[in-house]
């Protein structure tokens, strides 16, 4: 059983910094990618940044250059530092893993959500 848990979420006013963590623990193999997902209010849930074995990371253009996506422990642990947090960053946060567990092929495993909530 692969298991996702996400941490560091709360209340911050505009021009704040939050920093999300997210661990994997459980029977696992090999970690492909993780990712930072949110969902904001009435809306559909969307990407925000990924991070590769490897290294290589991508984001969404509305963080580009004040989020920051890092993995520790060999990616079973992803962090996002989120800087400069705008009203429209408002949004439970998601992470997500493409995992193979010790006893299958590689799935998409999802974490319970985080709020983050951005006002002044």
């Known amino acids: 059983q692969v298991q996702l848990v996400e941490s560091g979420g709360g209340w911050v006013q505009p021009g704040g910094s939050l920093r999300l963590s997210c661990t994997a623990s459980g029977s696992i193999s090999s970690i492909y990618a993780m990712s930072w997902y949110r969902q904001p209010p009435r809306n559909q849930r969307e990407l925000v940044a990924a991070?590769?074995?490897?290294?290589?990371?991508s984001y969404a253009d509305s963080v580009k250059g004040r989020f920051t996506i890092s993995a520790d422990n060999g990616m079973n642990t992803i962090n996002l530092q989120m800087n400069d947090l705008k009203p429209e960053d408002t949004a439970v946060y998601y992470c997500?893993?493409?995992?193979?567990?010790?006893?299958?092929?590689?799935?998409?495993?999802w974490g319970q959500g985080t709020q983050v909530t951005v006002s002044s």
């Open positions: 991070i590769a074995t490897g290294g290589a990371t």
């Open positions: 997500n893993g493409i995992i193979q567990p010790v006893s299958g092929n590689y799935n998409d495993y």
